[in-house]
């Protein structure tokens, strides 16, 4: 819900929204995005996926590329 909430509470005007089908696709179409405008964005839910996307974010990281992730997570008592 963290993360439905996230979207709906975002005011899109002026940003470009892609879906993909998997974690690793999204990291690296973020990264791809961050060679072509300067900075991208990934926002993923908190599980296994993370572990693949973290590969593309290292990559970036590595090479020094602007990607931001965020993650929802569970809320904590």
């Excluded at 002026?14 to 690296?28: K, T």
């Excluded at 995005?33 to 990281?61: C, D, H, K, P």
Aim: charged share 10%; proline share 1%; aromatic share 12%.
């Amino acid at each position: 819900m963290i993360i439905h909430n996230f979207y709906f509470d975002i005011d899109f005007d002026g940003i470009q929204w892609g879906n993909n089908c998997n974690e690793l696709n999204a990291s690296y179409a973020a990264d791809g995005y961050a060679r072509m405008r300067g900075i991208g964005v990934l926002v993923t839910t908190f599980g296994v996926g993370e572990l693949s996307a973290l590969n593309g974010i290292a990559g970036s990281y590595a090479e020094m590329v602007s990607v931001v992730h965020i993650v929802g997570t569970l809320p904590t008592a």
